[in-house]
């Protein structure tokens, strides 16, 4: 039972395998990286912002990578567009009212080389979560708020990983 314990682990390990978003570096070796504003595509106002702050946030609990304010410090550039968001009914009452929504977002990538413009890295990513429908409308807006904080967050953190496994 012992050899084959082993046997499976050093398979694993010699794989390179590892878990997800757990890469050492960004492609390219990049450590120092320049991120603008986000650009919206979508009606619903100021998601660039939060996406923008959520991709700061989530880069700078990586110890390996280093957000610079300016861009000559930088070694690639991180763009990005939130190109749709969307929200639509996910279930119904008893009444045939709405119950439950589902809200998506959908974001552009691309990482930069600043030194040659070369492309490191380039996806496209998203993110869903379902919110409580509700009939006072503020309620129903907060949850939606709510469910935008949480998708913007994911959403970052799925494309540091991605960029991390350089998929």
Request: charged share 25%; glycine share 6%; proline share 2%.
């Amino acid at each position: 039972m012992r050899w084959l314990l082993l046997t499976l682990l050093l398979l694993v390990t010699a794989c390179g395998y590892h878990f997800p978003g757990k890469g050492e570096s960004l492609p390219g070796g990049v450590t120092r990286v320049y991120a603008p504003l986000f650009t919206n595509r979508t009606s619903e106002a100021r998601l660039e912002n939060r996406v923008s702050n959520d991709i700061s946030y989530v880069f700078a609990r990586n110890g390996n990578i280093s957000l610079v304010e300016d861009k000559q410090q930088a070694e690639a550039i991180l763009e990005g567009t939130v190109s749709d968001y969307r929200t639509r009914a996910l279930s119904y009452d008893s009444d045939d009212d709405i119950s439950e929504y589902r809200a998506t977002m959908v974001a552009q990538v691309s990482l930069r080389s600043i030194a040659d413009g070369r492309l490191l890295w380039q996806g496209s990513v998203s993110w869903s979560e379902d919110y409580l429908a509700a009939d006072d409308k503020n309620l129903q807006n907060d949850n939606e708020k709510e469910a935008i904080e949480e998708i913007s967050l994911r959403l970052s953190e799925e494309i540091l990983t991605r960029m991390l496994d350089d998929f």
